[in-house]
C-alpha cells in the first residue's frame, strides 16, 4: 500500500481541541438526562403497576383482594423510589462531572429495589397462582 499506512487501522488520535472537550461534555450532559428520564419512566411505569395491581385487577376479581392492595402499594413505594432517586441520582452526577469526576451509583438503592421489585413479582407469581 501507498505510504505505509492501512486504511483499516485508525490513526493516532490527533490532540484533543476545546471545541472537542466541549463537544464531549455536552454530549455527557445529555446522556446524564437521559439516564434521569429513563429513572422517571421506570418509576411512572412501577405507579401504574401499582394502580392495576391495587385497584384495577381487584375491581374486577372476586374473592380476596388484600394480597392484590399490599402489591399495588409496594410497587407504588417502589416508583416513588425511583423517581427521588432520579433526582438525587442527577445532582450527584452533574456535581462529579463539573468536577470531571465520576460517580457510582448508590449499592444500597440499587440493592433496595432489586430486592423489593423481585419480592413484588414474586408476591403476584404467588397471588395470580393460587388465584389460578
Keep these: 500500500m501507498a505510504g505505509g499506512q492501512d ?37 411512572l411505569t412501577a405507579l401504574t403497576v401499582g394502580i392495576g395491581a391495587g385497584k384495577v385487577v381487584p375491581a374486577l376479581t372476586s374473592g380476596v383482594t ?17 423517581i427521588v432517586y432520579a433526582a438525587l441520582r442527577r445532582r450527584e452526577v452533574d456535581e462529579a462531572l463539573e468536577r470531571g469526576d ?13 430486592i423489593l421489585g423481585a419480592t413484588l413479582g414474586l408476591l403476584l407469581l404467588g397471588i395470580v397462582l393460587a388465584q389460578g
Excluded at 490527533?14 to 434521569?36: C, F, K, N, V
Design 7 to 43: 486504511p483499516h487501522v485508525a490513526a493516532a488520535p490527533a490532540e484533543a481541541t476545546g471545541s472537542d472537550l466541549a463537544d464531549a461534555t455536552r454530549r455527557t450532559h445529555l446522556a446524564s438526562e437521559r439516564t434521569y428520564l429513563a429513572w422517571w419512566r421506570t418509576g
Design 66 to 82: 388484600w394480597p392484590y392492595t399490599i402489591a399495588g402499594a409496594g410497587y407504588t413505594v417502589l416508583g416513588v423510589v425511583c
Design 102 to 114: 465520576f460517580v457510582r451509583p448508590d449499592d444500597r438503592v440499587i440493592a433496595l429495589m432489586t
